[in-house]
């Protein structure tokens, strides 16, 4: 996964299935994209970033279930600038850590280090992370905890990036598919 340079076949693949042919309508284009990430201190990963520059910022028909919300609505709430605070699935749920403020370390992995993508519903979030170890990849943030998409899903199908995660939906598989 290259999160610094978009490839061509990842883009084709993205325009297909969110049905998008040449340049969409509601991109952003590439300066409302580098103003974003001026205001925000970050650089988008790619290919996220050509995405909605490009392609479509947000999808009313997903992934997730209730659709891609746009860039700015993805960043409502968050720090993206500050480090995302994960390097492995943690099901804070079960977690009897030392902990003096466990809502708040939950709160960063909820806030810090990325943009929402989306919601499954249920309080199920879909979150592209955008600084650290795990920049591009997209993990899903939920109230019992927080697990990165792709391999620790047990997928062999997808990659653990924005374009290997809208491949896994584009084929109509279910999020915990193994095959």
Known sequence: MDIDQADPAELTALREAFAVDGGGDCALGREAVRVFEAQHGVVLPEPYRTFVAEISDGSSHG????????????????LPAQPFPLTRAWLWEEDEGPYDDLEAVIEQVAGHGSLMLGTDGCGM????????????????????GALPFGAEFGSTTAGSGFAGWVRHWSQGLEWFDTE
Not at 125 to 144: A, I, K, S
Request: proline share 8%; aromatic share 12%.
């Open 63 to 78: 992934p997730p279930e209730y659709g891609l919300v746009g860039l700015a609505e993805g960043a409502k709430g968050q």
């Open 125 to 144: 979030d879909w979150h592209l992370v955008v600084t650290g170890p795990f920049r591009g990849h997209v993990w899903l943030v939920t109230g019992e």
